[in-house]
Structures are given as C-alpha cells and as structure tokens.
C-alpha cells in the first residue's frame, strides 16, 4: 500500500491528512494556531512560523501512522502535495530567505500603488486580461509598495511566491514554483493563457524573473531533498507535487464542476465558488479563478470576515464565565446561539472586522450593530454576528446570479450546527455539510494525484472520472431550510443591504 500526505497550510492552522490508493483517509494531524501580526493595520506571517508548522505536523502524522497502520513506513508515502491560503506576497532573497513578513491576503495596504498601476495599464485592459480588478490586495500591487516604503527589503528580492504553500515546496525541493489557481490572485498572471504578463509586470516596474514559475496542480514539480526529509521524516526523493491554492482545492472537494453547484468555505476567512467556461469580469466583488482545465474557471466571491467572527464571538460573548458547566468558549457560543430566536430579536450586525473585499474592496471599513435594545441580550449580539456574515453570503449568492443545484460547506465554521442551519434558512436552500469538512480539500488534492495515477494519465488526470469520485465523497449532514424562518430572515437581509452604504459614508 502506498499513501500520498496532503496538507492545507491555512491562516490560521497547518492541517495534515494520510491518504491511502483507494481514497482513504488513515490519519491526520493539525498545528497549533500560527500567529497573525495585525498591528498598526498589518497582517502579516512569517513564513518560519509555517514551515516549523509543517515539520512538526509532518512528524507527527508519520508517527500516528505509524502506531495505527500495521507495518507502515515512511517510504510507503510517495507523494507530497498541498493547498494554502493565497494572494499573499512572500518576498525572498537569493537564498531563499524571506526579506521579511509575508504580507497576506486580507492586507489592503497598496490601494495607491494600485491605483497607478491601472492608470498606466488601463483598468479594461487589466481586468480582461488577468480577469480581475485591481486592488491594494494584489501582490503585484504590495510589490510597488514594498518598493517604495521598504527599499532596503526591495533591493534583496530575487524571488516572489503567491501562497504560502509554496514556500514549503521551495523548502523542500529547492524549486520556486505555483499552481494556476493560487497565481490568478497575483494580479499578473493571463487568466486564459495561464502565463505570467510581462507588459502588466513592465508596468508595475517589477522584473519577471522573480515570479515563480507556473503548474497545473497535478504536476510534479520536485522531489523531496535529504535534509527537508531528515526534518520531517519523508523519504529522501518523495515526489512533491504543485498542488493547488485553498480556494480551489475547496471547490474541488465541494464537487464543484458546473454552474449551479456552488461551494461556501467557513475557514478564517470565506467565498462562494461555482465553475463556468468564462471570466464574470463585470461584478463588482468578483475573482476569477483558475481551475482544471484550459476552459475552466472558478467564480468566486470572497469574504474577509466568516471563521474570524465566530472566533471573536465567542471571544467576547462566551469567553468569560461557564454556561452549563461548560469551559469551551465555542461549546459555550451554541447554548448562546440557541437561546436568541430567528432575527435575534432585531439586531442586525455588519460583520467586517478587518475590513471587507464584497460588496466592495475596502480595508478601512468596520462593523457595526444596528437595532440594539433594552431587551437586547448577549445571546443576540452573538447571533447577530453569525447572521450578518450569513446575509454577506446571500449578497454574494445574489451577485453570482445562478439558481442554485447544490450547496456544500466545508471549514472550521461547519463545525456549528446553528450556523449551518442559518445558512440554510438565510439562503432558503438546503446546504450540505461534508464529513470531515475541514479535512476534505486536502482529501481532494490527493485523490486528484491518485485518479491520475488510477488512469495512467501522466500530463492529466481524467476529470470526468475525478468528477464522479468528488460527487461519491460528497457525505455529510444535509440542513434543509425552516421555511417558518424565511419572513424574518428576508426582512434581516434587506436591512443588512443598506448597512454598509450608510456606515461608508461615516468612515
């Protein structure tokens, strides 16, 4: 037997999964929680935080195996491949160090430097050819930026990386590398030819040599050395592959294939992702996303604020004193949620704690509640907070404009059973919660290299049979919409609508 290790380098965690030839999951590991810099309007990670993750993980998922598979051994897993977090600028020097923090995803900062660089190529222009608008949370636009305000680290820059599984695979492997999924967020990569812009990157004053090249995530792209296998316990030469940024695996784990399948992530932050043959370049909020195939593109609608509100939810209004002798603040966040009705009596919550990018790309805006009370409670004020990102998810469900076939979820976020069923209700949609959700985009990263594998397809799996196994994964709790809830919840979502564009004007 052989196995493949999949892993998910996320915001917030590096997970692990053990998958088997057949499609199994064996064993799995997870970090501890990787911290985040969020001061003076940053967000940012250092990169040694993730790979001393991933070795730690990695040990740990080989010795679970081993105390649990009967005669395995390391050199009984062939293949490495991972999803990560994107958008993120991670700048290295001609040794491979980082130059400094990764500047992640969610951090706007270059809206200027942005700015400039559609006045000089042409906002049509750019939006046609990278199938994206531009805005201060490219990495090509941080780029600019760290040009500008951090020369000293700018000078030192000889390689770029998008996601942050990709360092990974440069610290394995030594190879500089990225999926066509994760680089369609760098704001420089053409969206149908699947290649790097030099006349975007001339007019960005960025050299094309340092971006990374580019892979399908099915490619292999290395082979593990001896000293990243000494550290993490892989054999010497485990092919690694190119894997594919989070964004995408979810979509594939989703069963995601056509229009009207849609896949919501509760992960830290969130999206709505669903697949056509073409770029929806003309709705404000949108990325568009490589996929499988050279016609193949992910729709999808990003969110900043979902997993983090729960967690600061359940921070600030379950996080003090036990309810029911519970001391879990996340158990003790579902008594609250189950004790404030449909609505929450009234209160609705604008839930951008670190800004938002829907409806519009904004790093300056905040949340806010709106209709509180002397009757309002705790209780409400934490689901308000888990409604507001339901009614964010709505709007984006609204803009993407297909009726709805499927609904799947997957994250951390799934693990709420509430906030399952508000999402179902809000949506008036029955939403299915896939076993192990959190696990399941790493599952599906290794089932694309098994079925490639299965079919004796060398350059490319065969999709309609990776199809057919993602739709037989497809397991989980089915929530079907209390339709007693439908009036309140309509009345919520049109009051949600207008809060951002009257707390805008505030700022």
Request: charged residues 20%; aromatic residues 8%; contains cysteine.
């Amino acid at each position: 037997m052989t196995y493949t290790a999949a892993f998910d380098v996320g915001t917030t965690q590096v997970k692990a999964v053990l998958v088997d030839g057949q499609g199994s999951a064996r064993e799995c590991a997870s970090s501890g929680l990787l911290p985040i810099d969020t001061c003076e309007g940053r967000i940012e990670q250092n990169p040694e935080d993730w790979l001393q993750a991933f070795i730690e993980v990695s040990r740990d998922l080989l010795a679970r195996a081993g105390r649990s598979i009967e005669h395995f051994k390391s050199d009984q897993v062939t293949g490495i491949i991972m999803s990560g977090q994107m958008q993120d600028l991670i700048a290295m020097d001609a040794q491979g160090q980082p130059v400094g923090p990764a500047i992640l995803y969610a951090d706007g900062r270059a809206e200027e430097e942005s700015a400039e660089l559609v006045e000089a190529y042409g906002a049509e222009s750019f939006r046609a050819r990278v199938g994206n608008p531009c805005d201060g949370s490219l990495p090509v636009a941080k780029l600019i930026w760290m040009s500008r305000h951090q020369p000293h680290r700018y000078a030192r820059v000889r390689h770029v990386l998008i996601d942050a599984k990709d360092y990974l695979i440069w610290w394995l492997t030594g190879v500089y590398c990225g999926d066509v999924t994760a680089c369609s967020t760098a704001g420089a990569m053409d969206l149908r030819s699947r290649t790097w812009r030099r006349d975007i990157l001339e007019a960005a004053g960025v050299d094309a040599a340092i971006f990374p090249e580019l892979h399908w995530p099915w490619e292999s792209v290395g082979t593990s050395t001896p000293g990243a296998s000494a550290a993490t316990g892989f054999a010497p030469g485990t092919t690694v592959y190119a894997g594919m940024g989070d964004a995408g695996a979810s979509t594939l784990a989703g069963g995601v294939f056509h229009p009207g399948q849609f896949n919501i992530n509760l992960g830290t932050s969130g999206w709505i992702a669903t697949v056509t043959d073409r770029a929806v370049a003309d709705r404000p909020g949108m990325v568009n996303l490589a996929y499988l195939g050279t016609d193949s593109i992910v729709n999808t609608v990003p969110f900043l604020n979902a997993g983090n509100v729960h967690a600061w939810a359940a921070g600030v209004f379950a996080g003090c004193g036990p309810t029911e002798g519970d001391g879990d603040p996340y158990r003790r966040m579902g008594h609250l949620l189950e004790s404030s009705p449909a609505g929450a009596r009234g209160v609705v919550c604008l839930p951008y704690l670190v800004g938002e990018r829907f409806p519009m790309m904004n790093p300056s805006i905040r949340g806010a509640y709106v209709g509180i009370s002397s009757e309002t409670e705790a209780c409400d004020l934490a689901r308000a907070a888990l409604e507001g990102v339901s009614y964010s998810i709505r709007q984006g469900l609204d803009l993407l404009g297909t009726p709805i076939e499927r609904v799947t979820l997957i994250g951390g976020g799934t693990r709420e059973p509430l906030w399952c069923q508000m999402l179902a209700d809000i949506l008036d949609a029955p939403v299915q919660v896939l076993d192990d959700a959190h696990l399941m985009p790493a599952v599906a990263l290794a089932e694309l290299v098994s079925v490639g594998k299965r079919t004796g397809s060398s350059s490319r799996p065969d999709l309609q049979a990776l199809e057919k196994l993602m739709e037989a994964n497809l397991v989980g709790q089915v929530y079907s919409p209390d339709h007693a809830n439908r009036h309140v919840y309509d009345a919520g979502y049109n009051r949600f609508r207008r809060l951002y564009p009257a707390l805008d004007s505030l700022r």
